[in-house]
Nanobody
């Protein structure tokens, strides 16, 4: 059973930055970040392939967020800059072998417990 543990969340003012980390207990082909705000569906934020390091982003975070990985540490990061109040959500790390769309939560077998990000205006 693959286990994931996120860290790095917190409260910041608009325009600030946070760097989230997710330690994955085993190698997986794809690692992604999702977020879920109260009353809203879980939405994809960014993804990275473990082998090639290929990345993709949701339009809402392009140019502000950067996903990266350190395979030696089995860790994936999400550097979040220029944060906005609408970025406030619980952020989840997900891992698995994705076949039909990295943005689909149903593609992932393994999830972390989440880390809260709160951005105040």
């Amino acid at each position: 059973q693959v286990q994931l543990a996120e860290s790095g969340g917190g409260s910041v003012q608009a325009g600030g930055s946070l760097n989230l980390s997710c330690v994955v207990s085993e190698y997986t082909f794809t690692r992604s970040w999702f977020r879920q705000a109260p009353g809203k569906e879980r939405e994809a934020v960014a993804t990275i392939s473990s082998a090639a390091g290929r990345t993709e982003y949701a339009d809402s975070v392009k140019g502000r967020f950067t996903i990266s990985r350190d395979n030696a540490k089995n860790t994936v990061y999400l550097q979040m800059n220029a944060l906005k109040p609408e970025d406030t959500a619980m952020y989840y790390c997900a891992a698995g072998t994705v076949y039909s769309g990295w943005w689909k939560p149903s593609e992932y077998n393994f999830w972390g417990q989440g880390t809260q990000v709160t951005v105040s205006s």
